[in-house]
Each structure stands twice: as C-alpha cells, then as structure tokens.
C-alpha cells in the first residue's frame, strides 16, 4: 500500500488505482526531474549526499521499469547547470555518481539491450565522469532497446543558446538560408536532435516547476508532479504517473 502523500489534486498518490497499463499507449519519451534527495536525507538526520546514494538505487530500479514497459526514451535530470551553485563537497559527490552508476549497472544495461546517451555541456565536469559516460555510450550505441538518456551539466537556456550560435553560423557560412528555418531546423540544433520530443514529464518532491528543463521540448508533454521524495520513489509511483497519463486527452491545440 502507498501512503497518500498530499490531498492536492496535481500532486495526489492513489493506492487504491489498480487499473492495468495499456500497452498501446505507454509514453514513448518520459522525461524525470528527480528531485528531494536532500530533504529525503534531511528528514533521517543524515548528510545530503546520503539522499543522492539513495537516489542512485532509485534510477536502477525505475531504468529497468522503464526499459521493460517498453518506453522508446527515458531521461533522467542528473546535474543541471545551476547546480554547480551547491558546496564543493556535494558536486564532488554527484560528479562521482555516473562513474559508480555505470561501473555497477552497465553489464545490466548490455543485457537490457539499452543505449546509454548523455546531453549536457560535459566538457566542464570532470575526467572520470566524462570517461565511465563515454565508455558506457560506446559500449552501448549497437543496442536499439530503450535510449536511456542522462542530463548531465544541462541546462535548456543554454543549450539554446548554443543552438542559436550554430544555427547563426551555418546562416554565416551559407549553409542555411534565414526563410528557410522553421521549428524542425531549431529542434535539429539541440542537445535532443535525435530525440522524440518527451510524452511525459516526471518531477518528485513536490516542486512544480521546469527548473530550466527542456523547455523546448515539453511544449506539449503532460505533466505529472508527485510529493513524493526521489529516493522514496518506487515502481508503483511510476506505473502510477503512466495511468494518469493514459487518462489523459491529448489535443495540441485542436478539440
Ligand atoms: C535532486 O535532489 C538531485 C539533484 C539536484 C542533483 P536535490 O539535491 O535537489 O534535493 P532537495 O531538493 O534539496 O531536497
Ligand atoms: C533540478 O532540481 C535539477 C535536477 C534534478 C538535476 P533542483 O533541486 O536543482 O531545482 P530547484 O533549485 O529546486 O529549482
Ligand atoms: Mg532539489
């Protein structure tokens, strides 16, 4: 049984749902802004770092939930780029978290048939993350499972920052006529070129707001937040946000 966790209709956790997942209708892209680790910790008297260990079991479990539900892509929000803001000791310690993820869940990820991708600026964060990332992306790139997509130093104001740089030079060069660009040639220039846009958008701790998240990309994804702390998030919570979604209407706009 899950606990209720708050009576506000945005942010509800229903135990008494049992109704089974329609296959057919399963988001293709959902994307996770995992968020609380800290207060998670907070509440047991223990440092926050013991929050983002705990954390890291969470992503585990929720990537195979994941990849077994058949999800084209999941995303995971793992570092943005505010949170270099946090104490030195904290950014060590979720720096060093890729590298132990992987080193622990990449033979599982083999045998899952998933891709490991990243987007982000990584060459600003340190060696040993940037190497145990593209080890485990060059491992995997064969597999055509689930995409399993770490936002790692992302930030979407940035990442269109750059994406207006690029564009505004292959402008420059000749390569792009200005009448020519449209909505498809702004998405071809993101971190997520390669990437549906996400279904569903996933943020824990009961914080609504995007924090600079793909920004872009979530013009028309549902969103689902639940009070419920990272570290404290299960699989039931997740089949939980995949039924709200399938409850939901989709219009973009039309009737
Ligand atoms: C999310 O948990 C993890 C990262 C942002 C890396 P927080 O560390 O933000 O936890 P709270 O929000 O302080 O509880
Ligand atoms: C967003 O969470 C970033 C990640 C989960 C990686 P934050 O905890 O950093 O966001 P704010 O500060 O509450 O907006
Ligand atoms: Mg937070």
Request: charged letters at 30%.
């Amino acid at each position: 049984m899950l606990k209720r966790f708050s009576t506000r209709k945005d942010k509800y956790t229903d135990d008494t749902d049992v109704t089974p997942i329609d296959p057919e209708n399963v988001p293709n892209h959902v994307a996770i802004i995992m968020d609380g680790n800290g207060r998670w910790a907070k509440q047991r008297g223990l440092p926050r770092i013991a929050g983002h260990r705990e954390g890291m079991n969470v992503v585990r479990k929720i990537v195979r939930q994941a990849s077994r539900l058949g999800l084209h892509t999941l995303t995971l929000y793992a570092f943005s780029t505010e949170n270099w803001k946090r104490p030195k000791m904290e950014v060590d310690f979720l720096m060093k978290l890729p590298d132990r993820f992987l080193q622990s869940e990449l033979p599982t990820l083999k045998e899952e048939n998933v891709r490991v991708q990243v987007m982000g600026t990584l060459n600003e964060i340190p060696k040993h993350t940037v190497d145990a990332v593209q080890k485990a992306v060059e491992e995997t790139k064969e597999n055509d499972g689930m995409i399993l997509n770490f936002a790692l130093n992302y930030g979407s104001r940035f990442e269109m920052v750059e994406a207006i740089k690029s564009l505004y030079e292959d402008v420059d060069a000749g390569n792009v006529k200005v009448e020519d660009i449209d909505e498809n040639s702004i998405s071809d220039y993101l971190m997520t070129k390669d990437l549906p846009d996400p279904d569903l958008l996933v943020r824990t701790s009961g914080e609504v707001r995007l924090s600079n998240f793909m920004l872009w990309q979530l013009a028309y994804a549902e969103l689902w937040f639940t009070d419920v702390l990272w570290p404290d998030f299960t699989e039931e919570h997740f089949l939980e946000a995949i039924r709200v979604y399938q409850r939901r209407t989709r219009r973009y706009g039309g009737v």
